[in-house]
């Protein structure tokens, strides 16, 4: 897997709406209802990321949940990191 420069990071991130490139990692804050939806979407992401092979560091905090993604690797953001980043997105959504 291949480490992306910023400006490549920065072009993938135009279509993850919310997203950042902060400290070589791409991060993002969602804040849901309560601890248990909070929870039960970070075991949804939990199944997907094992799938992927492929896992993030990630704070929850009661109802927030900040999520840092980087492949530990090559030291920075590759492909795999916004491919989860868009899975990511597609179970907040659901």
Do not use: F, Y
């Given at each position: 897997m291949e480490k992306l420069n910023n400006n490549?990071?920065?072009?993938?991130?135009?279509?993850?709406?919310?997203?950042?490139?902060?400290?070589?990692?791409i991060v993002k804050s969602f804040k849901f209802k309560d601890f248990k939806e909070t929870f039960s979407a970070m075991t949804h992401i939990a199944f997907e990321c094992e799938a992927m092979n492929h896992h993030p560091n990630w704070e929850n905090v009661y109802n927030q949940l900040t999520i840092k993604l980087n492949t530990h690797d090559v030291g920075g953001?590759?492909?795999?990191d916004l491919?989860?980043?868009?899975?990511?997105?597609?179970?907040?959504?659901?």
């Open positions: 490549q990071v920065m072009k993938a991130l135009e279509k993850l709406r919310g997203w950042s490139l902060k400290d070589g990692m953001v590759t492909q795999k491919e989860l980043a868009n899975h990511i997105e597609d179970i907040i959504r659901t």
